[in-house]
């Protein structure tokens, strides 16, 4: 099971950083009428809440360089931007190096309970590593199909 998971996390996570890879500038960047975010924005929102799963699951501290939960948190939005925001680039190599870091949790205890388990907005308690991850999917898959649509107005 364990080996179907991270086999999974790895699909996703490359699907996401192959679109950011493929698209221009102009198309990271513009914010079509009626959406509150661009594609830059949910490449960053992704990494935040990811990390905020991983430090759960690991019991650490989050990796927030450049303080780019700042950024990407929920509520958040690239017009309340400055010239400090993590570029389109720093976030690929984030969520990269967070993937290698995710694959490299011990698989043992992934039905074990953590020590602060979240309760999503949807109302959903995630109490064990196995759920963060399998919830993680669904969050990222959300935030790729948000790009997706904004790729069809840009």
Same mark, same amino acid.
């Given at each position: ?14 699907? /996401? @950083?192959?679109?950011?890879? #493929? ?9 079509? #009428?009626? +959406? %509150? ?5 949910? *490449?960053?929102?992704? =990494?935040? @809440?990811?990390?905020?799963? =991983?430090?759960?699951?690991?019991? /650490? ?10 950024? +990407? ?21 984030? *969520?990269?190096?967070? *993937? ?15 020590? #602060?388990? =979240? ?9 064990? %590593?196995?759920?963060?991850?399998? +919830? ?7 935030? +790729? ?5 904004? *790729?069809?107005?840009?």
């Amino acid at each position: 099971m364990s080996q179907a998971l991270f086999s999974e996390l790895t699909f996703i996570r490359n699907v /996401t @950083i192959r679109i950011a890879n #493929e698209l221009t500038q102009k198309q990271i960047e513009k914010t079509p #009428e009626g +959406f %509150p975010h661009n594609i830059h924005w949910n *490449l960053g929102h992704i =990494y935040v @809440i990811s990390e905020r799963f =991983y430090s759960r699951i690991t019991n /650490t501290s989050p990796h927030f360089p450049d303080n780019i939960d700042t950024y +990407f948190n929920p509520g958040t939005a690239p017009t309340k931007w400055d010239s400090a925001v993590p570029s389109v680039e720093t976030i690929v190599q984030l *969520l990269e190096n967070q *993937l290698k870091r995710y694959i490299e949790i011990d698989s043992s205890n992934l039905d074990e309970k953590v020590q #602060e388990p =979240y309760t999503t907005s949807t109302g959903f308690t995630l109490s064990t %590593p196995h759920e963060f991850i399998r +919830f993680g999917f669904y969050h990222e898959g959300m935030h +790729f199909g948000m790009m997706k649509s904004i *790729l069809k107005l840009v």
